[in-house]
């Protein structure tokens, strides 16, 4: 039976520690803002979790190379990627290229200033391509979200290998 905590209690010599602490990012995750800005320049990520799947950059994923894995915060708090985009005229497109961890599954969100552009379920292991058309807010700027949103809670890892503006 283990001895009681008490408030001068410390680990044992080799234990491992985590630092459960509000506001500590895990070491894995930490760079992963710098990781999404080489990866897709101009986003930006918010809510992210899953530390022991290693969000960041891989230098390669299921045949393809530079590919971005994200993770949920939690079953009810997706992971968002996100900017602002100023839509030129004429035709302008989002593409998105994503597949899921081989054991898990998770629900791909496009939000376009808050609506819903797109909601569709990624969970058969091969790449996946997506357009969205962004055309028709030509000439004005829009608020753009990726959502990678949990739907099992078992290898929620979004894994994105695309996200370019196409004109």
């Known amino acids: 039976m283990p001895y009681p905590k008490t408030a001068t209690s410390k680990p044992a010599k080799g234990s491992r520690v985590i630092n459960t602490k509000p506001g500590n990012n895990p070491k894995s995750g930490s760079n992963l803002a710098s990781a999404v800005e080489t990866f897709a320049p101009g986003?930006?990520?918010?809510?992210?979790?899953?530390?022991?799947?290693?969000?960041?950059?891989?230098?390669?994923?299921?045949?393809?190379?530079?590919?971005?894995?994200?993770?949920?915060?939690?079953?009810?708090?997706?992971?968002?990627?996100?900017?602002?985009?100023?839509?030129?005229?004429?035709?302008?497109?989002?593409?998105?290229?994503?597949?899921?961890?081989?054991?898990?599954?998770?629900?791909?969100?496009?939000?376009?200033?808050?609506?819903?552009?797109?909601?569709?379920?990624i969970n058969e292991t091969k790449w996946s391509k997506f357009q969205i058309d962004l055309s028709k807010n030509a000439g004005k700027t829009v608020s753009v979200e990726l959502l990678n949103q949990a739907t099992g809670w078992s290898h929620e890892a979004a894994y994105w290998s695309r996200i370019k503006l196409v004109h």
């Open 43 to 121: 986003w930006k990520v918010r809510d992210w979790g899953g530390p022991a799947m290693k969000p960041g950059l891989r230098t390669q994923w299921d045949g393809r190379k530079k590919v971005l894995l994200t993770h949920p915060l939690s079953k009810t708090a997706p992971c968002v990627l996100f900017r602002k985009i100023e839509v030129p005229r004429g035709k302008t497109i989002l593409e998105l290229e994503v597949t899921n961890h081989p054991k898990g599954n998770w629900r791909l969100g496009v939000l376009v200033n808050g609506k819903e552009a797109l909601s569709k379920d």
